[in-house]
């Protein structure tokens, strides 16, 4: 293999000794938190790192995840922190093959937040749960004194059942898979910073926020070979790459032609400086499968509504392991690395 | 039934609008919240309330609780945030009759916390997990601005499995159980409330945070009929009295004079003008059982560490249904109530 020509062209940043925005950003700090706090501290291993663990029990497999939710505002066009808080759990059960079993929510409120709003919030999280066909079954409640939280954070934790044979990891990623993506990138972050930063477009751009483990499920049950899943969300579509390019010892191009941007949020991005390649989406799935399952794959997901965005966005390719690039309009290629942080703190 | 002598003595706070800290202190406030918001929001129902949720799947029985921990400080004399973050919750799976199976940990940290500091919570939360056969299988961080957050909030999800022929449940509470606990009350509340008031006590207490998983195995496993366990938290055992009497329709009799409470934390109580019987413990377990087999059940306890100051401190009546009274040494009765709120906010 010759060397790597784009090795070198990223330093790594100091380390900080406080605890910054950028370490809940999903880019490096974040990998770097994880990898030298938490999972040295949790003697845990990094190589089965995935958006919910498995648990074997009574002979099936459950897979288990957990969510904390400080998005800021709390209500931002197409969603709110509630329903987010359920979506986002059920998401990363489904990313794991799982079928959500139950729920459970855990809050932080702040004294002072309005009990109409906290009623709200708990309102949208039951009709998002209800869209599921999931329950929450069990909760907590902690308050804080005034200035000591930020009104409300939820964490919702999922249990899910994984179906016999399902077999969706990071590590079955190969050389040779097809990337797709199930409808546009980057709505969820735009519509939230939207908001916080006072941004009027002429079209309103609404989150995404959204379901898709039904999608998981159209894939999976017609019998595909799904190799792996996973929601962009925090560090969007670049970092979900990168971290299965790195997980699964492989590189990974993604084509920008092929990359479905709705104009509107390329339009707020520039003004933004933005790169929607890495703003949060909270309604969409990435799948890593054969490419010759990849048509098929197509016409299941674009059989929902919330999958007719689909399109095929990349492949899998040999190495360098660890490589992510987006091949652009003009034909040259650029890296996508992990971000030092995010760009948008605060997103979910 | 004649009259009850105690009824109308306790007249209905005002319903606030907002968050108040006394909404998650155990209370009434708290009660109140859960069964006017929570509960008819997310369809679910009172009668089912529990430590843990238990879910049916794939043939066994899965306990299910989450708790959000803000304890402040974060450090205390006997304990921290982290270790009390997986006792608390391999706790709440003990009460339900569960082997804790996994933990989930999800962190909402403020920016400039010291990341040495996160490194000792987590190294602590380790311990505490490897204390009880339990691992922290998966987790999430999020990071909120300075100032819309207190250092770190831990919440702890558990997943445990309830062994065949388990039942353990508050509606199982029937007249002619006697009521355990396991220890001497009240540590915990103090312990906190000690620092944050910057009381210096000669012999400084310390908090009985840790775990009670292994004394309710050795009830269960012993074939005891244990009718229903819960860990005295938040609003201490008149809290946990009044919500047992109330779900389980049944009266119950605390005795002053049996009650353990520690000659340091009595003093501590008198100072600090509180009732101890309201303070939280965090490493004690209260136990209802037919009085026939608390002879036995105290010897099971007494065998452990933890358990050596248990003791018989009540007793289930027929009613009036839901309520708790105090026996004095004087011979005389007082109404254990529940309070309005928590005297001491965020002991967890």
């Known amino acids: 293999m010759s060397p790597d020509p784009f090795a070198l062209t990223c330093p790594r940043p100091l380390v ?11 880019g490096r700090l974040m990998k770097e938190l994880i990898e030298g706090v938490f999972l040295p501290a949790l003697g845990a291993d990094p190589q089965g790192l995935h958006d919910s663990a498995v648990v074997e029990a009574g002979g099936g497999r459950l897979a288990f995840t957990t969510d904390g939710f400080v998005v ?3 209500r931002f066009p197409g969603g709110d922190l509630g329903e987010l808080a359920v979506y986002g759990t059920v998401n990363d059960l489904a990313m794991a093959g799982a079928r ?3 729920l459970a ?18 309102a949208s999280m039951k009709a998002a749960a209800d869209r599921c066909g999931v329950r929450i079954v069990t909760g907590d409640t902690k308050v804080v004194d ?4 930020d ?12 179906p016999a ?15 797709l993506v199930t409808g546009d990138l980057g709505r969820h972050g735009i519509a939230v910073m939207s908001v916080r930063e006072g941004l009027a477009f002429e079209t309103p751009i609404a989150s995404d926020c959204g379901p898709v483990h039904h999608l998981a499920a159209a894939l999976l049950e017609a019998g595909l070979d799904v190799h792996c899943l ?3 969300t925090r560090g969007g579509l670049a970092s979900v790459l990168n971290e299965i390019a790195a997980a699964a010892g492989v590189a990974i191009e993604a084509r920008e032609d092929d990359l479905p941007v709705d104009e509107a949020v390329a339009t707020a991005c520039e003004i933004l400086g933005l790169d929607p390649l890495y703003v949060a989406c909270e309604g969409r799935m990435v799948a890593f499968l054969p490419e010759a399952q990849a048509a098929r794959a197509l016409d299941l997901l674009r059989a929902h509504p919330e999958g007719a965005g689909a399109a095929v966005v990349g492949r899998v390719l040999d190495g360098p392991a660890g490589r992510v690039t987006l091949r652009t309009s003009l034909g040259t290629a650029r890296l996508l690395d992990l971000l030092s942080g995010e760009q948008l703190p605060r997103i979910c």
């Open 146 to 149: 005034r200035g000591k939280g």
């Open 165 to 179: 044979g399902v077999e969706v990891h990071p590590r079955r990623v190969r050389p040779g898979d097809a990337v």
């Open 72 to 74: 800021h505002p709390r």
């Open 100 to 102: 959500p079993l139950a």
């Open 151 to 162: 009104g409300a954070f939820i964490t919702t934790t999922g249990l899910g059942l994984v």
């Open 230 to 232: 996973r929601d962009p």
């Open 105 to 122: 929510a855990a809050f932080i409120l702040e004294e002072g937040l309005p009990l109409d709003e906290l009623a709200g919030l708990v």
């Open 16 to 26: 900080p000794d406080t605890v910054q925005m950028a370490h809940g950003g999903g």
